[in-house]
């Protein structure tokens, strides 16, 4: 079945610092998704991406869909605090594909901020 | 608040038992996924529905079954539970059935001793 490969699995930073974390999949992709899980609690959607090299925003993360459709990147600039957590990146074939809306994740990358 | 609703919170419960996960959908939501967590496994696909009809299958142990019903909520069980699948049980809602991003509830986190 599809994996997908997220890197780096760990992360210590200090703040201010900015983070880079991506993830390749040996099979296409119509949307990738990111998402951050807190302790005990669901993971939350960041951001979603709908085409090849669409690069989006939200606040001060930023993420790419990349061009070939099997890899995308998500950055965080001037990390604080509340960063920690562990950041998903997931992949959806979307319609036309057997398997609908469900999200192929990758293994997380787990964040920690040092103040 | 993601507008997913999942109860119980937490679940404790002997190996050989059956339990029931309930899950609501976001308001306007027809899809219905599930998913388990474990630290080895990372979050794994369970199954999909939509407007009431199972969609997509995944990794999911034929001890276990879900339904959604016509108010869109869906039940997860688990039967003959065994030391193994102790784990967080995440159910997701999307608008539609592909295409649009999934929402995830809480969870329920099932300890089975």
């Known amino acids: 079945g599809q994996q997908l490969n997220q890197s780096p699995q760990s992360m210590f930073i200090q703040e201010g610092e900015d983070v880079s974390m991506n993830c390749t999949s040996s099979?296409?992709?119509?949307?990738w998704l990111w998402y951050k899980q807190d302790p005990g609690e669901g993971p939350v959607l960041l951001i979603a991406l709908y085409k090849a090299g669409e690069l989006t925003s939200n606040g001060r993360l930023t993420a790419q869909f990349g061009i070939t459709r099997k890899d995308s990147f998500l950055n965080i600039s001037a990390s604080i605090p509340s960063d920690v957590g562990i950041y998903f990146c997931?992949?959806?074939?979307?319609?036309?594909?057997?398997?609908?809306?469900?999200?192929?994740f990758g293994q997380g990358t787990i964040l920690t901020v040092h103040p | 608040d993601s507008g997913v609703t999942q109860t119980p919170k937490h679940l404790i419960t002997a190996t050989g038992q059956r339990v029931t996960l309930r899950c609501s959908p976001r308001?306007?939501?027809?899809?219905v996924y599930w998913y388990q967590q474990s630290l080895d496994q990372g979050l794994q696909f369970l199954i999909q529905?939509?407007?009431?009809?199972e969609r997509a299958k995944g990794n999911i142990l034929e001890r276990f079954s879900a339904q959604q019903f016509p108010d869109l909520h869906s039940e997860l069980n688990l039967s003959s539970l065994e030391l193994g699948d102790s784990a967080l049980y995440f159910c997701?809602?999307?608008?539609w059935g592909s295409g649009s991003p999934l929402h995830f509830g809480n969870g329920t986190r099932l300890t089975v001793t």
């Open positions: 099979s296409i992709f119509n949307t």
């Open positions: 997701a809602s999307s608008a």
């Open positions: 997931a992949g959806q074939l979307g319609a036309g594909g057997t398997s609908y809306g469900k999200l192929t």
């Open positions: 308001s306007g939501d027809l899809s």
């Open positions: 529905y939509y407007n009431g009809e």
